[in-house]
């Protein structure tokens, strides 16, 4: 479980800073501000800040769902414990040890 929640939590870090990182060009090549902006522009600056944070949420959400599944599957490839190991009787003080092959 803790490899599982350690890989959603970087996973959703690393798709968090790559949409901060990509969101601003994805926004400027796909999209255009819909509201004039001839002397004021704060409608497209909120516009354009709106659809950044949405951005930043949706690769959020996506990184998170992606290393929920990574994690996952790890954990499945985790090697079993194995059984403990038998333990050989101990010899007590005067008794008689068991012969040894030369």
Known sequence: ????????????????????WLGPKMITYY???PVPTPMNCTPAVAW????????QLVGTIVGAIIGLIIGI???RR???IAPPATVSPTLT??????PTKV
């Open 1 to 20: 479980m803790k490899r599982t929640a350690i890989s959603a939590l970087i996973a959703a870090l690393v798709f968090g800073l790559l949409s901060t």
């Open 31 to 33: 999209y255009d501000p």
């Open 48 to 55: 354009a800040m709106q659809k950044l944070v949405m951005t």
């Open 73 to 75: 599957l790890l954990a």
């Open 78 to 80: 985790a090697h079993p």
């Open 93 to 98: 003080a005067g008794a008689p040890r068991p």
